[in-house]
């Protein structure tokens, strides 16, 4: 009688596997309760897992964002994603743990000595208010664009004083106007040397942080920037613009809208910023899911973070 037939086999599996996925004993606990090896028994659990013997179900509330960040980041080829629960009925408490979550994950990348570049925006503003000055990462925080002083969140300067404070670094400022009045101006904005200095430390940078801009409703921040009546804004859209990206204009594929508005910027330019390593886009609401998509199609992103609704709006 062979007592090692294929049944036996499968049994003696089925137990050890029991022992050790649902009462919890150890491998070293199941070979000496067993009279075998730990190699035997290590072997034995590989073997059912090959055998589809095992499946594990995971209870909890989290499952759900998780699961969304996965189908981000396999739809782009993200590096990373982060999924953030949206507080119902509130924009402003959502917005803030969205900037809790990106900062948090800035907080725990960046080296000592790195370099942060960074956008304007609201999501941007909304790390600084999370970021602990008890940190002390001495790195370096430069503006990414040129900066708008009507708010707080369009005045990089000031966005990045406040996340170097945040980290225990030092911030580098760029004096000049994110929008020039002409392409000449623009020119010779570029060609100063502290703003092509910053520019050039910018494209270098570690990492960078993006707030992604709408360009549709009453909350668009780009208008804040740069102010537009309905007629003009309708226009835009019409055209093709779909969201505001270090102040450009793109369209849906993430490619650079054929307007006079991005001729005449401060900014770095798009194909630098694809260079950065680590560009991270911090987004909250369902209005930025048209704008973030946009990024994200042009490869302007290799890490997002994203409330749950966005998320889920994104992905359609």
Same mark, same amino acid.
């Given at each position: 009688?062979?007592?090692?037939?294929?049944?036996?086999?499968?049994?003696?599996?089925?137990?050890?596997?029991?022992?050790?996925?649902?009462?919890?004993?150890?491998?070293?606990?199941?070979?000496?309760?067993?009279?075998?090896?730990?190699?035997?028994?290590?072997?034995?659990?590989?073997?059912?897992?090959?055998?589809?013997?095992?499946?594990?179900?995971?209870?909890?509330?989290?499952?759900?964002?998780?699961?969304?960040?996965?189908?981000?980041?396999?739809?782009?080829?993200?590096?990373?994603?982060?999924?953030?629960?949206?507080?119902?009925?509130?924009?402003?408490?959502?917005?803030?743990?969205?900037?809790?979550?990106?900062?948090?994950?800035?907080?725990?990348?960046?080296?000592?000595?790195?370099?942060?570049?960074?956008?304007?925006?609201?999501?941007?503003?909304?790390?600084?208010?999370?970021?602990?000055?008890?940190?002390?990462?001495?790195?370096?925080?430069?503006?990414?664009?040129?900066?708008?002083?009507?708010?707080?969140?369009?005045?990089?300067?000031?966005?990045?004083?406040?996340?170097? $404070?945040?980290?225990?670094?030092?911030?580098? @400022?760029? *004096?000049?106007?994110?929008? %020039?009045?002409? =392409?000449?101006?623009? +020119? &010779?904005?570029?060609?100063?040397?502290?703003?092509?200095?910053?520019?050039?430390?910018?494209?270098?940078?570690?990492?960078?942080?993006?707030?992604?801009?709408?360009?549709?409703?009453?909350?668009?921040?780009?208008?804040?920037?740069?102010?537009?009546?309905?007629?003009?804004?309708?226009?835009?859209? $019409?055209?093709?613009?779909?969201?505001?990206? @270090?102040? *450009?204009?793109?369209?849906? %594929?993430?490619? =650079?809208?054929?307007? +006079? &508005?991005?001729?005449?910027?401060?900014?770095?330019?798009?194909?630098?910023?694809?260079?950065?390593?680590?560009?991270?886009?911090?987004?909250?609401?369902?209005?930025?899911?048209?704008?973030?998509?946009?990024?994200?199609?042009?490869?302007?992103?290799?890490?997002?973070?994203?409330?749950?609704?966005?998320?889920?709006?994104?992905?359609?």
């Amino acid at each position: 009688m062979n007592i090692a037939g294929p049944n036996n086999q499968q049994k003696l599996i089925a137990r050890v596997l029991t022992l050790h996925f649902q009462e919890g004993l150890s491998q070293a606990e199941i070979a000496s309760n067993m009279d075998l090896s730990t190699a035997k028994v290590n072997r034995l659990i590989k073997q059912g897992r090959e055998l589809g013997m095992v499946e594990f179900i995971i209870h909890s509330p989290y499952q759900r964002l998780f699961e969304l960040e996965r189908a981000i980041k396999e739809r782009w080829n993200l590096d990373d994603c982060v999924v953030v629960e949206s507080v119902t009925g509130s924009a402003e408490n959502t917005l803030d743990l969205v900037g809790k979550a990106a900062a948090e994950y800035i907080a725990k990348t960046v080296n000592d000595g790195g370099v942060i570049a960074i956008s304007g925006g609201k999501a941007v503003s909304a790390i600084a208010n999370n970021l602990d000055a008890s940190e002390d990462v001495p790195c370096t925080v430069l503006p990414l664009t040129g900066g708008v002083q009507s708010q707080h969140y369009t005045d990089v300067n000031h966005l990045a004083t406040r996340l170097a $404070e945040g980290l225990g670094g030092e911030a580098v @400022l760029l *004096h000049a106007p994110l929008h %020039s009045d002409t =392409l000449a101006e623009r +020119d &010779l904005l570029m060609s100063v040397r502290t703003v092509r200095e910053t520019m050039e430390r910018a494209a270098n940078a570690d990492i960078a942080v993006f707030g992604v801009g709408s360009v549709e409703g009453d909350d668009a921040t780009y208008y804040e920037a740069y102010p537009l009546s309905n007629e003009e804004r309708k226009g835009l859209y $019409e055209t093709g613009v779909r969201s505001e990206f @270090l102040g *450009h204009l793109i369209d849906e %594929s993430g490619a =650079l809208c054929d307007v +006079d &508005l991005n001729s005449r910027l401060v900014s770095l330019p798009l194909s630098q910023a694809k260079q950065i390593p680590c560009r991270m886009g911090v987004v909250s609401g369902l209005a930025k899911a048209e704008p973030v998509n946009a990024a994200l199609n042009g490869g302007y992103l290799s890490m997002l973070v994203i409330d749950d609704e966005a998320a889920q709006a994104l992905l359609g």
